[in-house]
């Protein structure tokens, strides 16, 4: 399929490892906040989400944290899979407005 | 979470044709979006296909270029135009559904204009 994120930066970790992807954001004013998981050929894939009133939401093997002070985001992945191998994209906005996208960062695991 | 089927998956065009790029729903959804993304870049918002009503445009996007249609809650389709190979990209769908939660997106239409 098409690759996606050629240009992007990469991090890269040995499977098992746990990861961490962060993200930026720049609108004070957002109050919701999604991570996306985007695989080669395919469209972006919901991991997790997490509103203004909160600072921290864990789902199955990933977390996120907010912290609105500095408007900083970050996504959390326990034990790092293979799998997990994708471009991972932050995504905000305010209210019922589109969602507005960060730039994306690579994530290799390296077996 | 809605379940979206957008077509085609992918074309090859000849510059100066347009390809008509649909984006079907399974559920009544009260947003749809259309984005783009360029290869090796994020996403970016072209349009909110309004139902009923004409598209909301964002800056660097026009009607002209891109035409969408939004005849009913769970169907909308995007027009790219007069192609050039600059319109090489991925273009995709995203709905939200009632609670305006948990934003979903199509696989994408993967388009090479020659």
């Known amino acids: 399929g098409e690759s996606v994120g050629l240009h992007l930066p990469t991090l890269s970790v040995q499977e098992g490892d746990n990861s961490i992807i962060n993200c930026a954001y720049s609108?004070?004013?957002?109050?919701?906040f999604i991570w996306y998981k985007q695989e080669s050929g395919k469209g972006p894939q919901f991991i997790i989400d997490?509103?203004?009133?909160?600072d921290k939401r864990q789902g199955q093997r990933v977390t996120v944290l907010l912290n609105k002070t500095v408007k900083h985001l970050s996504l959390q992945i326990a034990a790092t899979q293979p799998g997990d191998s994708a471009v991972y994209f932050c995504?905000?906005?305010?209210?019922?407005?589109?969602?507005?996208f960060g730039k994306g960062t690579r994530l290799s695991v390296i077996a | 979470s809605a379940v979206i089927s957008q077509k085609p998956s992918r074309d090859i065009c000849q510059r100066g044709t347009s390809l008509t790029i649909q984006c079907q729903v399974d559920?009544?959804?009260?947003?749809m979006f259309w984005y783009r993304q360029q290869p090796g870049q994020s996403l970016t918002l072209i349009a909110t296909?309004?139902?009923?009503?004409?598209?909301?445009?964002e800056s660097g996007f026009v009607i002209d270029k891109f035409p969408i249609s939004r005849p009913n809650l769970t169907f909308s389709t995007l027009t790219v135009s007069n192609m050039s190979p600059e319109d090489s990209s991925i273009y995709l769908c995203?709905?939200?559904?009632?609670?305006?939660?948990?934003?979903?997106f199509g696989s994408g239409t993967r388009l090479t204009v020659v």
């Open positions: 296909a309004n139902q009923g009503s004409e598209a909301t445009y």
């Open positions: 559920s009544q959804v009260t947003m």
């Open positions: 995203s709905v939200v559904g009632a609670t305006n939660y948990g934003y979903t």
């Open positions: 997490i509103r203004s009133n909160m």
């Open positions: 609108n004070s004013a957002s109050d919701y």
């Open positions: 995504a905000e906005n305010m209210g019922n407005t589109p969602l507005v």
